[in-house]
């Protein structure tokens, strides 16, 4: 049984009680959703788990460009205001992100705020399915079952 720690999830909405912090602080595999782009230097680098964790799963960090970029096409994320140029890569920040918000508020402004982060939210759930949906290390494969029900 799947068993994960009170403190390393959030209620989000869209995501409700049991969305994962990010990886760098501990979250489970269902925050690569959150992670960026892989290739470009990181203020806080040396906290990055992106990479353990998509070598973990047996994903390779073009499987995971190919995934978020799709996505990102299909949800017509793409946007030059956000970092690496689409949503699909931007964090979990509830408090907010000024490049991530203006994004979102050009892309759907007939949304209230809150209305959009839970969109954004709901999507980027989404988005964690996918990755987890991609997984190739048959070991992970009970626990990755346990998290995808997690996002339903």
Same mark, same amino acid.
């Given at each position: 049984m799947l068993n994960l720690e009170k403190d390393k999830l959030r209620d989000i909405p869209g995501w409700e009680k049991n969305a994962p912090v990010p990886i760098c602080m501990g979250g489970d595999y269902r925050a690569l959703t959150f992670c960026c782009k892989p290739g470009y230097s990181l203020t806080f680098g040396f906290k990055c788990r992106r990479d353990s964790t998509l070598a973990e799963l047996g994903l390779s960090q073009e499987?995971?460009?190919r995934i978020k970029e799709d996505f990102s096409i299909e949800?017509?994320?793409? !946007?030059?205001?956000?970092c690496f140029g689409s949503i699909s890569? @931007? @964090? +979990? /920040? /509830?408090?907010? @992100? !000024? /490049? /991530?918000? %203006?994004? %979102?508020?050009?892309?759907?402004?007939?949304? !209230?705020?809150?209305?959009? +982060?839970? %969109?954004?939210?709901?999507?980027?759930?989404n988005l964690s399915k996918r990755i987890l949906l991609e997984v190739k290390n048959p070991e992970l494969k009970e626990k990755i079952t346990q998290l995808l029900d997690l996002c339903e």
């Open positions: 499987d995971f460009v949800n017509n994320w793409d !946007s030059d205001i956000v890569y @931007c @964090c +979990m /920040r /509830r408090g907010g @992100c !000024s /490049r /991530r918000d %203006l994004a %979102l508020e050009k892309k759907y402004p007939e949304l !209230s705020e809150e209305e959009r +982060m839970k %969109l954004y939210f709901t999507k980027k759930r």
